[in-house]
C-alpha cells in the first residue's frame, strides 16, 4: 500500500535532498515534453514503465585553478559527473525509503543494443527541460546564468512531482563572444577549438542562429589521450589473430567511445571550448571560489537552490 503523498512537500524533499548530498541545482522535467523529443525506446517509460516523474541533478564542473592546467592534465581530472551519478543513485533509495514509492537511477551509459553512441537515455534532454541549463554554442553543451557549466544525473520514479520548466533566456552566448563574433565572425569556443569543430552564426540580436559540432573531428582529438594507445596494446599482445580482429571489429565500437568520452577510468576529453566559455569559468556561481565570495558577501546568493 501506497502512504498519502503531499505532493508539494514531497517536491521539496526531493529536491532538498539533491541539495544536501551537492548537487547545484535540481528540477523536474516534464514527462510529456521529453517524450515529444526523445525516440521511441529512449523515452523514460522505456527504462521504468510505470515512470511519474524525472528529477535530473546539475552539480559543478571544474575549481577554477583547473582551468589553468595544461590540456593534458585538464583531460584527467576535468569531469565531476561522478558526483551526480552519486547524488541520483541515493535520491531513488531515498524516495523509497521516504515515499514508499518506487524509484531508479538513470544510468548514464550507452545502449549496448542501439550503437556507439545512443544512451539509454538524454541526461542533457532531461537537465534541459528541467530548467537546469540551455544549449550553447559549443557542441550543445548545457550552460547554465548562474553556475556555468555543469554535469547532469537522473532519477525516474512513480512519485508524482510537479515539473519545472526550461531556462526563459539561453546566456549563450555571452556579451563578450557576441562581441568577438561582429569582430572576426567567431565566438571564443570556435576560434580556440584546437580542431575546429565547432562553428555556428549568430543573428542580428546576438543570438543562435545556427550551431554545427563535428563530432568526428572532436573524437579524433580527444582520443589522443591515452584511450587509444592503451587498445592498441592490449590489441598487440593478442596473440591468435582472431582475438586481435575481435577486439577491434566493430563489435568494439562502444568500448572505443567510451574511452574517447572519458567513462570510467580510461580519459580522452578536450576542454578547451569551456576553457575560454565566459560562461563556464565566470558565472556568478561557477566555481567554489565564487561561491564562496558570494555567500560571505550575501548569504543566501550562494544557496544552492531550484
Given at each position: ?96 525509503h521516504t515515499f514508499g514509492i518506487p524509484a531508479v537511477y538513470c544510468p548514464p551509459d550507452m545502449d549496448s543494443e542501439a550503437g556507439a553512441r545512443v544512451p539509454f537515455q538524454s541526461l542533457k534532454l532531461h537537465a534541459e527541460l528541467a530548467g537546469l541549463g540551455a544549449r550553447s ?18 532519477a525516474f520514479t512513480e512519485l508524482v512531482l510537479a515539473p519545472d520548466e526550461p531556462l526563459k533566456e539561453n546566456p549563450c552566448p555571452a556579451p563578450s563572444c557576441v562581441a568577438m563574433y561582429r569582430e ?123
Open positions: 500500500m501506497k502512504r498519502p503523498v503531499d505532493a508539494v512537500l514531497a517536491k521539496r524533499k526531493v529536491l532538498d535532498y539533491c541539495l544536501r548530498k551537492g548537487a547545484l541545482c535540481a528540477g523536474i522535467a516534464d514527462l510529456d515534453a521529453i517524450n515529444k523529443v526523445a525516440p521511441a525506446g529512449h523515452r523514460p517509460a522505456d527504462l521504468m514503465p510505470k515512470v511519474k516523474s524525472v528529477v535530473s541533478i546539475g552539480v559543478g564542473g571544474n575549481t577554477r585553478g583547473a582551468w589553468g592546467v595544461s590540456a593534458k592534465a585538464l583531460t584527467y581530472f576535468g569531469s565531476t559527473e561522478a558526483r551526480a551519478y552519486k547524488i541520483a543513485y541515493g535520491l531513488a533509495f531515498y524516495i523509497e554554442l559549443a557542441g550543445d553543451i548545457l550552460l547554465h546564468p548562474e553556475f556555468g557549466y555543469m554535469y547532469y544525473a537522473s572576426v565572425g567567431k565566438t571564443p569556443c570556435m576560434k580556440f577549438c584546437p580542431v575546429q569543430c565547432l562553428s555556428g552564426k549568430l543573428d542580428e540580436h546576438g543570438r543562435q542562429a545556427e550551431m554545427y559540432y563535428d563530432m568526428a573531428a572532436c573524437a579524433e582529438m580527444s582520443q589522443q589521450f591515452e584511450a587509444m594507445p592503451k587498445v592498441l596494446a592490449k590489441a598487440m599482445r593478442e596473440h591468435d589473430p582472431q582475438d586481435f580482429d575481435d577486439l577491434l571489429a566493430l563489435e568494439s565500437k562502444l568500448l572505443f567511445y567510451k574511452l574517447s568520452t572519458g567513462s570510467h577510468a580510461m580519459f580522452g576529453q578536450c576542454f578547451e571550448c569551456m576553457r575560454v566559455c565566459p560562461i563556464a569559468t565566470k558565472a556568478p556561481l561557477a566555481d567554489p571560489i565564487l561561491r564562496s565570495e558570494a555567500a560571505r558577501a550575501k548569504p543566501d546568493a550562494a544557496a544552492p537552490h531550484k
